[in-house]
């Protein structure tokens, strides 16, 4: 497709458990954004990718968190052990260059954790 | 620490009129505004952005307007059209780099007819 592609689109799963979100950017864009959306906030930044390295891993919230992106293209962020604050969407952008805002944003990973 | 601030959450707007949506920030640092547009169950997309260099940029109907000693920007839509109606998410950013934004909360805009 054109845009950015987000999976799952929904996920629900157990307080605890280990979580991987994956996201498919515009073919060609260098640069990957994952932020979050909290219920009633507003979008959070979580890290960058400019090509396969995060210069800015600033934003993740714990150490459960990371992400990889591999071959300049498809990227995934992993939750371990799962808390109930972790429930958001997920949201993941691309961009040309990280000088460059992101364009469009994928429609998002809704994570809920029970 | 909400360092980017729309204390609107909703605004209603009749077909035709201007659409007003205010956006504060904090941090000095903040060297270049964005405004996104989404619509439900869709990530948001790029609408409009201004460097602290310009105090106004315009694109069609949407004009984006930067008052920095205020730190304050609003967001002008004129004529509001029903497909208008979404959330509109103010963001910001340090070094003119667009590649860490803090946003807004967002508001809701309803274009009625």
């Known amino acids: 497709g054109a845009g950015v592609s987000q999976s799952p689109s929904n996920k629900v799963t157990e307080k605890g458990k280990d979580v991987e979100l994956r996201c498919d950017p515009i073919?060609?864009?260098?640069?990957l954004y994952w932020y979050r959306q909290s219920l009633g906030q507003g979008l959070e930044f979580l890290i960058y990718?400019?090509?396969?390295?995060?210069?800015?891993k600033s934003g993740l919230p714990s150490d459960r968190f990371s992400a990889e992106r591999t071959g300049g293209s498809v990227s995934t962020l992993t939750i371990q052990r799962t808390q109930q604050e972790d429930s958001a969407v997920y949201l993941c952008?691309?961009?040309?260059?990280?000088?460059?805002?992101?364009?469009?944003f994928g429609d998002g990973t809704r994570l809920s954790i029970l | 620490d909400q360092q980017v601030k729309q204390n609107s959450p909703s605004l209603s707007v009749q077909e035709g009129r201007i659409s007003i949506l205010n956006c504060d920030y904090t941090?000095?640092?903040?060297?270049?505004f964005l405004w996104y547009k989404k619509y439900p169950a869709e990530g948001p997309t790029f609408l409009i952005s201004?460097?602290?260099?310009?105090d106004k940029n315009e694109d069609g109907r949407f004009t984006v307007f930067l008052n920095k000693s205020a730190k304050h920007l609003s967001l002008h839509i004129v004529p509001s059209q029903p497909g208008d109606s979404a959330v509109y998410f103010c963001?910001?950013?340090?070094?003119?780099?667009?590649?860490?934004?803090?946003f807004g909360t967002g508001t809701r805009l309803q274009v009625t007819l």
């Open positions: 952008a691309s961009s040309l260059w990280t000088g460059e805002q992101p364009q469009h």
């Open positions: 941090n000095s640092m903040f060297d270049y």
């Open positions: 201004i460097s602290s260099i310009k």
């Open positions: 073919s060609g864009h260098t640069a």
């Open positions: 990718f400019q090509g396969n390295s995060a210069p800015d």
């Open positions: 963001a910001a950013s340090a070094g003119d780099t667009a590649s860490k934004l803090t």
